[in-house]
């Protein structure tokens, strides 16, 4: 069952209350950042596709105030594409993520931006992310998009094991449902990433100088 649990300024607060973990402690930025969107492709946010995720087009607009705010301080901002190609995750779901659904994005990468593709849950499979972060110096990722227990988990866990600091914007990620959503929230926390808002992480951005 799909569900809309996102539509508030409270869904930081409604979606860690009762959680914890090291992750939702007081945290500040190590090194130079960046900010990993995953997957905002109209597969998730249109609702019109087989897979559309109800609280995907609410955390477009908060996406889209970290993107802005990661452009306007000088700072990385990378997304990554889903596209499959016949690997684990079409066997898996038993489908693949054609080109109807593909190339939309629902926000726009400028053209001096990367554009990963790829085809398994984790972004630092095939080693041209960490290679990107590493030739940019980028000591901390700020990692939202969608589904917050799929892609956007399977990244933060690998992110922290190439030596990132991880933060999550707990209400700038998705996926199907709330549940889903809070055991992710609650796994990385434990051990992986800091989980912030988006408007929380965008005030500790105002103090980067890049």
């Given at each position: 069952m799909r569900?809309?649990?996102?539509?508030?300024?409270d869904?930081?607060?409604?979606?860690?209350?009762?959680?914890?973990g090291?992750?939702?402690?007081?945290w500040?930025?190590?090194?130079r950042?960046?900010l990993?969107?995953?997957?905002?492709?109209s597969?998730?946010?249109?609702?019109?596709?087989p897979?559309?995720?109800?609280?995907?087009?609410?955390?477009?607009?908060?996406l889209?105030?970290?993107?802005?705010?990661?452009?306007?301080?000088?700072?990385?901002?990378?997304?990554t594409?889903?596209?499959?190609?016949?690997g684990?995750m079409?066997?898996?779901?038993?489908?693949g993520?054609?080109d109807e659904?593909?190339?939309?994005?629902?926000?726009q990468?400028?053209?001096s931006?990367?554009?990963?593709?790829?085809?398994?849950y984790?972004a630092?499979?095939?080693g041209?992310l960490?290679?990107?972060?590493?030739?940019?110096k980028?000591?901390?990722?700020?990692?939202g998009?969608?589904c917050?227990?799929?892609?956007?988990?399977?990244?933060?866990?690998?992110?922290?094991?190439h030596?990132f600091?991880?933060?999550?914007?707990?209400?700038?990620?998705a996926?199907h449902?709330?549940?889903?959503?809070?055991?992710?929230?609650?796994n990385?926390?434990?051990?992986?990433?800091?989980i912030?808002?988006?408007?929380?992480?965008?005030?500790?951005?105002e103090?980067i100088?890049?």
């Open positions: 569900d809309a649990y996102m539509d508030g300024d869904d930081h607060s409604n979606l860690t209350d009762g959680l914890g090291k992750g939702l402690k007081p500040s930025f190590h090194g950042p960046a990993l969107v995953m997957d905002m492709q597969f998730f946010t249109d609702d019109c596709s897979a559309f995720l109800p609280s995907a087009p609410t955390i477009v607009t908060r889209r105030r970290l993107i802005d705010g990661f452009r306007s301080a000088g700072l990385p901002v990378i997304f594409v889903h596209k499959d190609g016949g684990p079409e066997r898996w779901w038993g489908r993520m054609n659904w593909t190339q939309e994005l629902a926000l990468p400028l053209d931006e990367s554009i990963l593709m790829k085809d398994v984790d630092f499979h095939n041209s960490g290679r990107l972060l590493k030739d940019m980028v000591e901390s990722i700020v990692i998009g969608v917050t227990h799929l892609c956007v988990e399977s990244t933060v866990r690998s992110a922290f094991c030596g600091q991880v933060i999550v914007p707990s209400d700038g990620t996926c449902d709330r549940e889903h959503h809070r055991a992710s929230l609650l990385m926390s434990h051990g992986f990433a800091h912030d808002s988006s408007d929380n992480i965008l005030t500790k951005l103090t100088h890049d």
